[in-house]
């Protein structure tokens, strides 16, 4: 894991959004394509970026066991 390096995500205020942006319960989740901006390897975190609409995004995942 580097910082640039492209990741796809799924925001969590998108989780129940489909690919049209329609609120549906039964649909896939939007996915992101976005980039690693930063690491934090004590707490073992990452922060993605990613751009919806014109508009930049952030979210923070911890690393999987």
């Known amino acids: 894991m580097k910082i640039g390096q ?3 995500f799924v ?3 998108f989780s ?3 690919r049209d942006g329609a609120q549906k319960r039964y ?3 939007a ?3 976005g980039r690693i901006v930063a690491i934090n ?8 970026e990613g751009v919806v609409n014109g508009h930049t995004i952030r979210e ?5 066991p």
């Open 41 to 48: 390897w004590r707490h073992r975190h990452y922060t993605v």
């Open 6 to 8: 492209e990741k796809t």
């Open 27 to 29: 649909s896939h989740p």
């Open 60 to 64: 923070s995942y911890k690393f999987r």
């Open 16 to 18: 129940e959004l489909s």
């Open 11 to 13: 925001p969590s205020a």
């Open 31 to 33: 996915h992101i394509k």
